[in-house]
């Protein structure tokens, strides 16, 4: 027999506080946690109806990624006022707050929404931070934008979803300890992204694409970035080479997209196939890679990755985007032909 709906028609017994770019799930999970209720029961106690399901087709989704929550207006109301949270603050720090989208006006709508797959990646924060904030070691997912993915205290950084034929990768983090130039590539980010805001995003994206174009394609002379996965992950480097692509391209990424938004001048022009280019010198010199001079390894569309000039840097230091992290974008690592082998389900022994 289902339990009765609990009276949540008084304020919360305990304030639960989101975390900046938390998901809707994660936030109403955690709130009906610590009220020692179900998310059905916290929304029923609320008045609010049930939401659609929408299932997550295919096996492309990990263990970060989940369907979210997206709530109408009437339902981000009642939770507003249940946990007495003003919806500013809530949507200043749940990216996908608003994101529902509402049809009549809120006093015509029934309190009610949608569970669908997130339209963005979603990763878990540094699990060190989380229990510091929040007391729990719950893992929280949030949409955390590519210059938040590294944390320079707990030197983590955060994957994001990677499954093997549908069965989730059971690693959420890289561990940084024995790789500083990551942490050092981080915070040269976070001076790029201060200066130059948008524009350093757009660097940062077309860097990435060069920089995991060449990690796949590298020479056997490349020892930089196998030996900096073996840093990262001991036990399989090759498989940590491709789980966390990301990180070990990053001090590459980011010097690479220095030059990108502090040099309009160095914008790609077209030269016929096999011909080098003097970005190429360039960027092989600041990068220490002499290959790089090569132009075979360098598309034949660069003018598409370096086609653009940096408007003007900016002063918005409180610039904040929810963006997908390009290099994450669109593709899962099929890590069997690396050798990763999933764990297997526990037997039941009889």
Known sequence: MP????DLTHQALRRIRPLAFETNASFIERL??????????????LRIH???????????????????LYLNAGARARISQYTSIPDAHLTHALPCWKDHRDRGSAAETRP?????????PAVIGCPHCTVARTGQAQPVPRYLPHHHLVCT??????LGPHTLNGVPVPHTHALLHKTPEIVRAHHAHLRLTRRWGPDADDAVAQAAH?????????PKSERIWPDRAHLIGSENASMWEALAREAITYPETITLAGLLVRRPSTRYHQTRPGQSHPLHTTIARLLNRRWLQNPAHYPEDLARYIQYAPRHPTNDTAYRHHTKPTSREGHTVELTQLGYQPPRPPTNNQ
Not at 210 to 218: K, N, V
């Open 32 to 45: 009906a946690g610590a009220h020692h209720l179900t998310t059905s029961e916290l929304l029923g106690g």
């Open 50 to 68: 049930p939401p659609k399901v929408h299932p997550v087709q295919g096996g492309d989704y990990g263990p970060h990624a989940r369907s979210e």
């Open 153 to 158: 205290r707990h030197r983590t950084w955060a």
């Open 112 to 120: 009610g929404g949608a569970m669908r797959p997130s339209s963005l």
């Open 210 to 218: 060069l920089t995991e174009r060449w990690r796949r394609r590298a």
């Open 3 to 6: 339990r009765p709906l609990p």
